[in-house]
């Protein structure tokens, strides 16, 4: 079994900060991509950023300059941090990671339960 398990999530004012972590355990044989989606009310889960193995980023464009995912391998854990925060943000964050459990020949997505970040204005 793997679970993530996400932390970091909160309330915090316009132009704020908080940091998000995630961590990956259970059968873990290697982990690919790794990645931060968030989901507002009544709105589509969404791409907020996504890092490779090889440390390869892309962003949103709505949060391009303003929040940082990184990775620490041997830990199985992503971070993502939020600077200049909007109300926009305002949403359920969720992590995700690609994982290949032993013995098995591909990875397999897995999901975070979600943390709440709530931005007001």
């Known amino acids: 079994q793997v679970q993530l398990v996400e932390s970091g999530g909160g309330l915090v004012q316009a132009g704020g900060s908080l940091r998000l972590s995630c961590a990956a355990s259970g059968s873990i044989f290697s982990i690919n991509a790794m990645g931060w989606y968030r989901q507002a009310p009544g709105k589509q889960r969404e791409l907020v950023a996504r890092c490779t193995s090889g440390s390869s980023t892309n962003y949103a464009d709505s949060v391009k300059g303003r929040f940082t995912i990184s990775r620490d391998n041997a830990k199985n854990t992503v971070y993502l941090q939020m600077n200049s925060l909007k109300p926009e943000d305002t949403a359920v964050y969720y992590c995700?990671?690609?994982?290949?459990?032993?013995?098995?020949?591909?990875?397999?997505?897995?999901w975070g339960q979600g943390t709440q970040v709530t931005v007001s204005s």
């Open positions: 995700n990671a690609d994982i290949q459990q032993p013995g098995t020949a591909w990875s397999q997505r897995y």
